[in-house]
């Protein structure tokens, strides 16, 4: 499935603010629902001209809200620009609102193949339009929808569904068994936050936005979600002066890389060397040593046994990363407990997580950044990592709720807290992220941002933004499915120049 074209949608929204922004445009533009249903029509109809030319039949199915209105509008310009149009009408007449009615009304005066039943698509060329279900939809899909939506998954052809993938929660991003699998989906007035994270990418397919025209004045009461971009690392690496030296550039602990576990701190570390942190030191077990320093010399590798011999460390450092092949031992719990005990930014990810979702270690501090996946977020709720994937936004607040801090939500779509803000959004990344290393790579990035002196927020946005791109800038020289840790690690320098992320 083709991705987001990230440039073009800066913000995403909740549900709640899409219906805020529909009745301003009704209530105080002036523009009726009749006509908003005609824009949106229009507006698809437009889209499928351009990315499908050459199709030579539309089935357009379109169910009893709001969003069938749409696909009666779209059937009814499609049959006077003379294609040829099969309308499978899954509406109930007398349960639909006026405006969908006048668009259905619209369609059956031009449209000449109209059905009621589904039709049978063995062996048929053409598009299928999904205009079944819209924003509203929660739960699971039933009766004609849920038929419908399988007939639709059965079949060779592209899909292009109106506002929504059917089946798809478009608040949550959650995905009902048998939901739209689409090739193109158009959003309209703005992105539903649901379409960007969790499951529902398997259904969106290349996301489309059409703001319909529709203002969004200044002083209405929103709260989109901002996407991250090029411009939050550009604002944490300023041009450094002549006279800089490696003292006045941060100095990062890694703690971590427990018996059997060194690659983690191995990875951390070399991904924090990258982003220009003065030093960068490694407190871990002895046999990790070795095979630390011959991978990463520059690095300062201390052999730490017991906390008493970390505090040294931890006086001197700027930020620290802890987790990364941690343990859950004795040793890891000394090495956390004293870790929280001081008023340093910290990083906790991966085993560190663990051991605070176990109640070995209770933290109270807000210069903290978790960067779990939706398992380990699961053992901080103490819920599953499926229900967190369902309502990812829901997880991120619980957690902020559960541990003052600052949060990442790792996975596809990864979400940044913020303070009295709704999250951050990333989309940079692909499915070759898939495996091993890429936590241990992003909290090294974000250790070594932290380190140079910016906030936690601002640290965290940078350091998820970049390492998405510094993946994807990999995945084009390999592909995903070849994809490794270490790939994205050596992808950073010439991702940072991409950027205009540059020394002078």
Partial sequence: MARINIPEINYCYSVADICALEAFAIE????????????????????IQQSNPQATKLYIFCGGGNNGGDGFVLAGLAADADWAVCLVDLADPKKLSDEALQARDFALARVKEVVTKLPDLAGQEGLIVDAILGIGFTGGLRGSALKACQLINQTDMPVFALDVPSGVNADTGACADDAIQANTTISF?????????????????ELILDDLDIETPEDMSLHPHEILTSEHVQAVFPARVAS????????????????????????????????????VSV???EPSLAPLLARVP???????????????????????VIGPGLGTDAWAEQMLHCALQNDIPIVCDADAINLIAAGVVTPNKDRVCYTPHSGEAAGILGSSAGAVQEDRFGALVALQNKLAGHWVLKGNGSLVSRMDMPAYLNRTGNPGMASG???????????????????????????????????D?????????????????????ETQLSLEIQDV
């Fill in 28 to 47: 105080k533009q002036g523009i009726s629902g009749v006509k908003l249903m005609t824009k949106a029509g229009r507006a698809a109809f437009e889209a």
């Fill in 298 to 320: 520059e690095v300062m590798g201390r052999k730490i046994e017991h906390y008493n011999y970390l505090q040294p460390l931890l006086d001197k450092c700027t930020a620290v």
């Fill in 283 to 285: 407190a871990t077990r």
């Fill in 473 to 493: 800038n990999a995945a084009q020289v390999q592909g995903k499915i070849s994809l490794r840790a270490s790939d994205v690690i050596r992808a950073i320098p």
């Fill in 189 to 205: 007035i703005g992105a539903k936050r649901g379409l960007l994270t969790g499951y529902a990418e398997n259904c969106v397919g």
């Fill in 244 to 279: 800089a030296h490696k003292g006045g550039c941060g100095h990062l602990l890694i703690i971590g890389g427990n018996i059997g576990m060194a690659g983690a701190v191995i990875l951390a570390a070399e991904a924090a060397l990258t982003l220009g942190v003065g030093k």
């Fill in 437 to 471: 290393g890429m936590g241990d790579v992003l909290s090294g990035l974000i250790g070594a941002v932290l380190a140079q002196g910016y906030s936690v927020e601002s640290s965290a946005a940078a350091g998820t933004y970049l390492h998405g791109v510094a993946a």
